[in-house]
């Protein structure tokens, strides 16, 4: 599921592999706290604001001089 759209996954899809990777990846996410990494790069992305995340990179404005 994404933010604009969803992709369903057709049960064709769904085998012994399939599981084993989805388990192996759900795992690897609930697996301890999230690492952080900010940067602007990544935090362009997050809905979380400065206010609740003091790590957070925003772009930096740069004020023209006329």
């Not at 996410?29 to 809905?47: H, L, M, V, W, Y």
């Amino acid at each position: 599921m994404y933010r604009d759209q969803r992709v369903v996954i057709p049960a064709t899809a769904v085998n012994a592999s399939f599981i084993a990777n989805f388990d192996y990846f759900v795992e690897l996410i609930t697996n301890g706290p999230a690492q952080k990494a900010p940067s602007q790069c990544e935090c362009r992305f997050c809905d979380i604001s400065s206010a609740d995340c003091p790590e957070r990179v925003d772009l930096v404005q740069i004020a023209s001089v006329v």
